[in-house]
């Protein structure tokens, strides 16, 4: 594990074995963070570590001076037969058509993952966390998912350049509305 310092934590690059080790600690930050139910994270944990044999992953985390997980944030390169790319490509065909979908999902780094323990949000610790993760992505584009209402999520991708790709889905299994948000890579430099 490599780290570099900040003024509150230190980050962190995971390699799959730190990021297994790490995995009841991440999905606990997870499920506080967005205020799931009991039980989610052991539905979630299966889904996680298959994430990390995907193509292109990659996982950085924050760190507190005690080495306690502030937050985490994971993707991989998104392709054709990936759950969350086909349910993508369903609603960009539905509503915008065959250039849409090719356009954004031709190539693209799916940010699956991100989340601040809520104590600690606020505190810069997501957009480090962010934009560590996309620093070095070769792919042409980022794209993320994240359920559609007001909240500091959104604050931060709009922030740094995010827009809107498809508003108001839901994804199978789901009741909630979702905005997948995507922009192109790499990120412009923080503004001072």
Same mark, same amino acid.
């Given at each position: ?31 506080? /963070? ?26 950085? /985390? ?99 350049? !995010? ?14 509305? !979702? ?14």
């Amino acid at each position: 594990m490599t780290a570099t310092s900040s003024g509150y934590t230190r980050f962190a690059r995971l390699s799959q074995a730190e990021f297994r080790a790490r995995l009841p600690e991440a999905l606990d930050i997870y499920v506080s /963070a967005m205020r799931y139910p009991d039980g989610t994270a052991e539905q979630r944990a299966p889904m996680w570590l298959t994430h990390a044999l995907r193509e292109g992953w990659r996982c950085i /985390a924050a760190l507190d001076e005690e080495d306690t997980l502030l937050g985490l944030a994971y993707g991989y390169r998104g392709s054709v037969g990936q759950w969350w790319h086909e349910q993508v490509r369903r609603g960009l065909l539905q509503r915008d058509g065959q250039d849409a979908a090719r356009h954004w999902l031709g190539d693209y780094f799916e940010l699956t993952e991100i989340h601040v323990r809520p104590d600690q949000q606020g505190a810069g610790i997501g957009e480090d966390l962010l934009r560590r993760l996309l620093d070095g992505v070769e792919n042409t584009r980022v794209l993320l998912s994240t359920p559609e209402g007001t909240s500091r999520a959104w604050k931060l991708y709009r922030r740094v350049g !995010f827009v809107d790709v498809l508003r108001d889905y839901y994804f199978a299994g789901d009741p909630r509305a !979702f905005a997948i948000l995507g922009r192109t890579l790499p990120l412009d430099p923080p503004q001072a």
